[in-house]
């Protein structure tokens, strides 16, 4: 079987997981992509742009793309030439929050709608992110002043399943001690974004700094936009202590820093799996998150005590902890880094298999001329 992958946002998570796929599956997997930018113009005009920009539909099975697509625009311009698809929802636009100051746009949850209305199968990236979809769609119908057309979510839940994206971590997760240098080294591998919440991590930062207690921190992930002001005034106030700020291009000098790393720390208000944090967990970080998103998914509940907060005090007072090294939680990331091998590709990969099958199935068998 041979299969087109259609990314329209070529970065961050969705490039990761097409590259992750595309390496690990056993068929043929043809990717043609757009550069991660201008989200909302990728979600109206990416469709128009691989219409005329794909190779011939006919010589594939199945059809992947993500949700930064209009894929119901794509399979009515395509016609009958456009073999079943698979869409697969990293985010989606109406569960995600606001930025401050900002009104929802609902045409892009309309998007996200007649896309997944479009597609043979969909899948959410977590079963949190499924939850909160389907939870907030019919409310999102209610929006409509008449003629709201409820009977949409039985019809996207029929063909809806959960399938956590594999991590390309295993060379992080081996037999090998980390180098764990002094002062300990904090790690930030989030998108540099409101949703990542960056102002409560800064905040426990400062309070580490009023108690007197050293660390390193090293800044990473990507940035879309222009930086934020909350990452130029940390550079500022935490001056040597930085000791990387920016994204890593280089995936082996980024698991190093990840090798190097004491502690992970999470405050999202936003994350509907989270990649970074089984890649940073995987290299024995100790992980600091907030009890709530997907975090209690993908930690394992005996875990859940130790490594997942309430609360801003509890997050000041458990890095603190974990900075002194009296946490106790040092004894317990061994157990936790093994926990996240089911996340890996080698394990995920036949799952994903077993899904292209389907979707190449539903096309039957091709008419030869």
Known sequence: ????????????????????????????????TLPARFWKWRMRGAALYFLKNSPPLEDYDGLITSDLMSLSDFRVLA?????????YFHESQITYPLAPGEAMDVHFGFTDMTTALAAKRILFNSQTHFDAFFSKLPGFLKMMPDFRPTWVVDDIRSRAGVLHPGCGVEGLNNDAPPFRSKPPLIIWNHRWEFDKNPKDFFLALDEMIKRGIDFRLALLGENFQNCPKDFTAARKRYGKRIVRYGYEPSRLAYEGWLKEGTVVVSTAWQENFGISMVEAISAGCIPLLPQRLSYPEIIPESFH??????????????????????????????KLSLEMKRFFWDYMIPQYDDELKNLGFMQGPKMKV
């Open 305 to 334: 005590k130790d490594f997942l907060y309430k609360n801003q005090e509890e997050l000041v007072e458990e890095l603190a902890g974990v900075l002194l090294g009296t946490s106790g939680s040092e004894g317990k990331i061994e």
């Open 1 to 32: 079987m041979k299969f087109l992958f259609l990314e329209p946002f070529f970065g961050g998570s969705h490039r990761y997981f097409a590259e992750g796929l595309l390496q690990h599956s056993r068929y043929q997997i043809d990717l043609v």
């Open 79 to 87: 016609g009958t030439s456009c073999p079943p698809a698979l869409v």
